[in-house]
């Protein structure tokens, strides 16, 4: 998987890259961080702490537990940033999700992306998973230079 590092950069890159959405904003950016990590809080970290379940816990990893897990946050917020926090949380776990299927090998091999539609592993193949360092180093200087003239133009 590409690690958390390369997972913020995406956010950040897709920030620079939109930045008149009111997602990007000082008050959401925030939980879209929080949705580019919210795959693998419970289904990473499960893996670390109680490898035993880890199997039971890739569940958490497929957009059908990131969906439910959106709407269980947005509970906690007033009525009305429900809305916009559960969409800058999507955009987040989408972003992560869009990541994890570019890899050929997810994880430990239990992630179903389209799971209960389809019942087998979804991925695009562009990188291998050992490849995440690279990865995570060319998607933080991505980001770093769309920062760069992010600001550059915002001065103008």
């Avoid at 009305?80 to 890899?103: E, M, P, S, Y």
């Amino acid at each position: 998987m590409p690690d958390l590092l390369s997972h913020a950069a995406s956010a950040y890159l897709v920030k620079n890259i939109k930045p008149q959405s009111s997602l990007f904003g000082k008050r959401y950016f925030g939980m879209v961080l929080l949705g580019v990590f919210l795959p693998d809080i419970i289904a990473r970290g499960t893996m670390v702490l109680f490898p035993e379940w880890t199997l039971t816990a890739q569940f958490f990893h497929t957009p059908v537990a990131c969906f439910f897990q959106t709407v269980l946050i947005s509970t906690f917020f007033i009525r009305k940033q429900r809305v916009r926090v559960f969409q800058a949380l999507t955009l987040g776990w989408i972003l992560h999700q869009t990541f994890d299927l570019a890899q050929t090998n997810l994880g430990p091999g239990f992630y179903y992306v389209l799971w209960p539609l389809y019942d087998h592993p979804l991925r695009f193949g562009l990188f291998e998973s050992t490849d995440w360092p690279w990865v995570a180093l060319i998607t933080v200087l991505l980001a770093i230079v769309s920062e760069f003239f992010q600001k550059k133009n915002a001065r103008k």
